[in-house]
């Protein structure tokens, strides 16, 4: 399902980075471990499509998602895979609703409301419906975030530090939630973290730890 | 959801911005419209009113006074000639057709015009109602004046002297009215039309026959050199053209006019401007919802083409605005307008109005064109991990 080669990253100082291949296989739920700086962001961009990366490959469901050309590659991203964000960044003018008919419209796969209800009752948020952003809690928002990450039922599913801003009751709901969502629509699930929380919550036996020791070792060459 | 929908939610976000922007463009347009609008119109009516009119001849004096009296019934007459020196003008080969007109008194503010039947030929005057004037005192009165004074065939009424002034009554004598003309948005709506010779009993003067001018009709093409001219130099009168009248007209309005559509394009400039800030900045905050909606799958292509969208739809619901804002005013402005000679229509629409609103969509597109760039260019992961 989601395959990495030789993955480099070059930084602007002319210093590389090398991350260690990873294979997931379809339905599998993985943590991406490592402390702060030390890539995990960089390696999720380049996993769900908006970071380019130097050399090597990342095959997503068969597709080298490189190998397209832009456009196709915003679409694939937007059919097949769903990014959850540390900050949620919903759309301010939009009700919460809309903001998943914006994610849906965008896919390609036209308005689906049940879905929207479906999905927002599982994450609880079903009254929140006609609220807008600034009306809701940042564990709301962050709900909302994974709703719209969701709600096309992406083959992949990726989250980069979706705790990080929360306290420990939200960040537990998150995690469980992410995690039984993920479960029930099939999708592969990554999430990144350096969070101790995440890593107690999660019972799920895979993880992927990129070795703090050697990437700091490669970025003070620089 | 499509792109215009959420330009459209963006907008109606800030709504101060964007009833300031839609003020600025509406404003700048509708000052253009209503100078286009109102400009054609004034033009358009002061021709109709004067066709088939090619020369006025009247007493010395300013020949613009002499064709605002005489034609389009505005200013003071500039004084009177003899009715011997019109017949013999009248009588002249290179004159095709004369109507001699005798001002001087009003009834209500409407001017009582004595004249012969050649004035309801020369404007393709008919009758909504009764018959034409027979006899001295009977009266055919315009459209409008029946209309506003409420009055119908056989009513008396009292003129007084003056073109203005109910004061001076000629109490002695009623008019008649014997005919109502159909209304057809000339000056003649608003005239009391009768004989010249009912003018003339009025003022007790019988014997000493004067006229204030005479419409004329050139028999030939030479006719429009040598009639003026020889009217200037042999007669006791003066000619005066009403096309190069009114052309003087419009060229002492120009000047005016030019700087009402400077300022007019001026403030749509500025509100291109405007319309520019506000995108600029709002990119800042709205670089994070571009982000997202380029994670979720939307090419850099579609937020190019939403921010432009979003300036071409502000300056057209400002220009489409500005134009039924400049109509409505043309409107008000002819409700409320003094003279009826050259009465306005906020109703009448050009085809010129179809330049206008385009030049608000290009206004906008301009504006929206540098921030849609920056759209266009945002870097999805730099964005998304810099929060």
Redesign the interface.
């Known amino acids: 399902m989601l395959q990495t080669t030789s993955l480099t990253k070059a930084f602007a100082t002319g210093t590389t980075l090398h991350f260690p291949d990873w294979n997931v296989r379809a339905g599998e739920q993985w943590l991406l471990l490592g402390e702060s700086g030390c890539g995990k962001?960089?390696l999720l961009?380049m996993l769900?499509g908006?970071?380019k990366p130097a050399r090597g490959n990342v095959v997503v469901n068969a597709t080298d998602l490189y190998a397209l050309p832009?456009?196709e590659l915003?679409?694939f991203?937007?059919?097949h895979i769903g990014?959850v964000?540390?900050?949620p960044?919903l759309?301010?003018?939009?009700t919460v609703e809309?903001n998943l008919?914006?994610?849906q419209?965008?896919?390609?796969a036209g308005?689906d409301v049940s879905r929207i209800r479906e999905v927002l009752g599982a994450l609880d948020m079903g009254h929140k419906r006609r609220s807008y952003p600034h009306e809701l809690s940042q564990g709301q928002a962050q709900r909302v975030g994974i709703a719209?990450a969701i709600v096309h039922k992406p083959a992949v599913l990726l989250a980069?530090e979706p705790t990080s801003s929360l306290d420990n009751r939200n960040a537990d709901a998150v995690i469980r939630l992410l995690s039984e969502l993920a479960a029930s629509t099939g999708s592969t699930l990554v999430i990144s973290t350096h969070d101790d929380r995440v890593k107690d919550a999660f019972f799920k036996d895979f993880m992927f730890e990129l070795s703090h020791e050697r990437i700091s070792d490669q970025l003070e060459k620089s | 959801m499509n792109a215009f929908q959420i330009s459209w939610k963006n907008l109606k976000s800030n709504p101060l911005t964007l009833a300031l922007n839609l003020l600025l463009i509406a404003f700048g347009t509708g000052m253009l419209a209503m100078l286009l609008l109102g400009m054609d119109q004034i033009g358009g009516r002061l021709r109709e009113n004067a066709s088939g009119i090619d020369l006025v001849a009247g007493a010395k004096g300013s020949p613009l006074q002499l064709v605002l009296s005489s034609v389009y019934f505005i200013d003071f007459p500039t004084g009177n000639i003899t009715e011997a020196d019109a017949r013999l003008l009248a009588a002249n080969p290179m004159v095709k057709k004369a109507v001699p007109l005798a001002l001087g008194d009003n009834y209500a503010g409407f001017r009582i015009v004595g004249a012969d039947t050649g004035y309801a030929s020369l404007h393709g005057l008919e009758l909504a109602s009764g018959r034409f004037w027979m006899r001295d005192f009977e009266i055919v009165i315009g459209a409008e004046v029946a209309r506003e004074e409420n009055l119908k065939t056989g009513d008396r009424i009292y003129g007084s002297h003056g073109l203005s002034s109910e004061e001076d009554l000629h109490a002695d004598h009623p008019y008649i009215v014997t005919g109502i003309l159909k209304k057809q948005k000339k000056v003649a709506d608003h005239l009391v039309l009768t004989s010249l010779e009912s003018i003339w009993a009025m003022h007790g003067a019988m014997e000493k026959h004067e006229i204030t001018s005479m419409l004329l009709q050139y028999r030939t093409r030479m006719a429009m050199v040598a009639l003026p001219a020889m009217i200037n130099r042999s007669t006791a009168m003066q000619a005066a053209s009403p096309a190069r009248e009114s052309a003087r007209l419009f060229a002492l309005l120009g000047v005016g006019v030019e700087t009402v559509r400077w300022f007019a394009v001026a403030l749509m400039l500025l509100s291109g401007v405007s319309v520019f800030v506000s995108l600029y900045n709002s990119l800042r905050e709205r670089v994070y919802d571009l982000a997202i909606m380029r994670v979720m799958g939307a090419s850099r292509g579609i937020v190019l083409a939403m921010i432009l969208l979003e300036g071409a739809l502000l300056t057209t619901f400002g220009s489409l605005a500005g134009i039924l804002l400049g109509h409505g005013a043309l409107q008000c402005i002819g409700y409320w307008q003094g003279s009826p000679q050259a009465r306005l229509d906020g109703l009448a629409f050009m085809p010129e109005e179809g330049w206008l609103l385009l030049a608000g969509v290009l206004i906008g597109l301009v504006a929206a064109l540098l921030p849609a760039v920056q759209a266009y260019r945002i870097d999805i992961s730099q964005t998304m991990s810099k929060s």
């Open positions: 962001t960089t961009h769900a908006l970071l832009p456009r915003d679409r991203r937007g059919q990014i964000f540390q900050q960044h759309i301010r003018s939009m809309e008919v914006l994610a419209s965008f896919t390609g308005k719209r980069d």
